[in-house]
């Protein structure tokens, strides 16, 4: 997301998403990742075209003009491309389970965390995986992962 919208960390950003081209590394997502990023898009795109943050507003244009959403559209399909063609060098895109809703609560308890992101702690439990690649400083809270960048 940093590297889509230009952010100053788009170079770490830039960074990761090379190392899992260059099958250095192997990369998870999850849908709920590609919500939020698909989220963050959109509304960044919105936003610009229509020179607004009033999240209402967008959602009312999204909702009334057929030329945003085609924009808003376009650059979805856009990642999309990237991610398929992440998920042909070796990027999973792994479900979201039930139970990892379950564990998540734990993860809610433990450290204040927000549903969706302790639903990412849970699914990187589940897999395994104790390196998690986020620019959400809530992350570095959790005991049983390291946050990179």
């Known amino acids: 997301m940093k590297l889509l919208l230009d952010e ?7 960074r990761i998403l090379e190392s899992i081209e260059a099958d250095s590394v192997l990369g998870f997502l999850t849908p ?11 509304y960044a795109t919105a936003s ?20 945003l959403r085609k924009e808003c559209t376009r650059v979805v399909e856009k990642f999309n491309e990237y991610v398929e063609y992440l998920a042909s060098k070796g ?4 479900s979201v389970h039930y139970s990892d809703w379950l564990n998540s609560l734990e993860y809610i308890g433990k450290y204040g965390l927000l549903p969706a992101d302790a639903i990412h702690v849970a699914v ?9 690649a986020s620019f959400d400083e809530d ?8 946050v990179i960048p």
């Open 139 to 146: 992350f570095k809270a959790i005991e049983e992962l390291k």
């Open 91 to 94: 990027l999973r895109i792994e």
């Open 124 to 132: 990187a439990r589940r897999l395994k995986v104790d390196i998690i």
């Open 48 to 67: 610009s075209k229509l020179n607004t943050s009033n999240v209402w507003k967008i959602r009312g244009a999204l909702k009334s003009d057929k030329a």
């Open 8 to 14: 100053s960390s788009a170079i770490d950003a830039q």
């Open 32 to 42: 709920l990742v590609l919500e939020e990023v698909v989220f963050k898009l959109i």
